[in-house]
């Protein structure tokens, strides 16, 4: 849990210190944006693959490693130079350091160690990344704006070096490491038989051009792209820096930030409730749509002070940030089967850190060309309104784990090809 929130706390960092960086060094936004889109896709596109790597090396091993990646990263940042150096530091070693702790690393460790209350494990760990943000990005964004951005990256060095040796403390690969049993298995507990005689990094690639044969892994990939695009790569990314051209102060918008991650760790929480007992497109239907609808009015909301409108944007949009995630992760099951539903959705996640790179360098881009992000929250808008008429056109399965549906045979071939 330590590593999953510590993660997010430094991949949401990198808004706080756009400004600075730019203030110090004359780079445009433009500059600074390319390396945090650099470090949203190997994000996304690490996450995949970091599964096969803990799959054959362990999971302590790998982990331990990317926080000493990350610290290596932030920590080369206090002597960078030049733009190319951020985007190496930020974009690559920042980048895969932090993919290979995302929810794949969670999905792993509650696949591993619990049988009971799985699902409820799996909803802790998806809100550890909000835990995260509500944690570091008000300190990181004090010091940004106090003693300086080297301060901030100091305090990212930091923290990741001394849980490099709690991981490999206390961290384990499987519950036999400890002579123990997985929470809540019985006493004739014995560990599923591995059928699997592929090497993990072909299952992934392998599942990948099997599921994209199906136009319900494709709305799923595109409505993902768009939710990605909508929170870390615009909100994440720019949301301090616009409310800074509205004149509020650095640490304020800061704040409201780490605002939206408090309300996050419930909607995510009342989503998976929601999820049990609401058809999941609809669901998707309803996050995307009323996202899209906010996103449209935030320039008549940012003003040097916090209103109560703004107020209403911030629980709204923290109550639906990670919403969208139970759903998906639902359907993928209900249309993939269980067996692959977890490869599926780390593709469908890849697909979330991509549109959140491609985001995060528009944005910077339309507020270089522009002077305003205008451009770039009516685009977001626009896009999430189109991502909930996608999700209705995903297919109604027989065997839906919704409420009412029958039992399907689990690995049932996808029928919904395009």
Not at 12 to 36: C, D, I, K, Y
Not at 98 to 126: E, M
Not at 244 to 260: C, E, F, K, V, Y
Request: with cysteine; glycine share 12%; proline share 5%.
């Amino acid at each position: 849990m330590g590593a999953l929130i510590a993660a997010a706390g430094f991949r949401s960092s990198t808004g706080a210190l756009l400004e600075p960086l730019e203030n110090e060094f004359g780079w445009s936004r433009a500059t600074t944006s390319g390396a945090v889109s650099l470090n949203l896709v190997v994000y996304g596109l690490t996450a995949p693959f970091a599964a096969a790597l803990m799959e054959r090396f362990g999971v302590r091993r790998v982990v331990a490693a990317a926080l000493a990646l990350v610290a290596l990263g932030a920590g080369l940042t206090l002597v960078m130079t030049s733009a190319w150096q951020l985007w190496l530091l930020w974009g690559f070693a920042v980048g895969i350091g932090t993919g290979s702790l995302a929810l794949v690393f969670g999905a792993i460790v509650a696949n591993r160690w619990f049988v009971a209350h799985r699902g409820v494990v799996v909803g802790v760990f998806s809100a550890a990344s909000s835990t995260g943000q509500l944690v570091f990005l008000p300190a990181i964004a004090h010091l940004a704006e106090g003693p300086g951005w080297r301060w901030a990256a100091g305090l990212v060095t930091a923290f990741a070096l001394a849980l490099v040796p709690l991981v490999w403390w206390i961290l384990r690969d499987h519950p036999a490491d400890v002579g123990t049993t997985p929470y809540g298995a019985g006493p004739d507990w014995t560990p599923e038989p591995v059928t699997e005689t592929r090497g993990a990094a072909r299952v992934a690639v392998d599942t990948l051009r099997e599921s994209a044969r199906s136009r319900t892994f494709w709305i799923l990939f595109v409505s993902f792209w768009i939710c990605g695009w909508s929170t870390n790569g615009l909100i994440g990314t720019h949301f301090i820096p616009a409310a800074h051209d509205h004149g509020m102060p650095a640490g304020t918008s800061a704040n409201l930030l780490a605002l939206i991650g408090v309300f996050d760790i419930i909607g995510t929480i009342a989503s998976g409730w929601l999820t049990d007992r609401v058809d999941s497109r609809y669901l998707l239907f309803g996050y995307y749509f009323f996202r899209g609808l906010s996103l449209l009015v935030v320039p008549a909301l940012l003003g040097p002070d916090v209103h109560p409108s703004l107020f209403v944007f911030i629980l709204f949009y923290g109550l639906d940030w990670v919403a969208t995630v139970p759903p998906t992760v639902a359907l993928c099951r209900q249309h993939f089967g269980a067996a692959r539903a977890g490869v599926v959705f780390g593709w469908v996640f890849a697909a979330h850190m991509v549109g959140a790179g491609v985001a995060a360098s528009y944005a910077g881009w339309i507020r270089t060309a522009y002077g305003d992000y205008f451009a770039a929250w009516m685009t977001a808008g626009g896009l999430c309104l189109g991502a909930a008429v996608l999700c209705l056109l995903i297919p109604r399965r027989a065997g839906e784990d919704g409420p009412g549906d029958p039992e399907q045979a689990i690995g049932e071939p996808v029928t919904d090809s395009m």
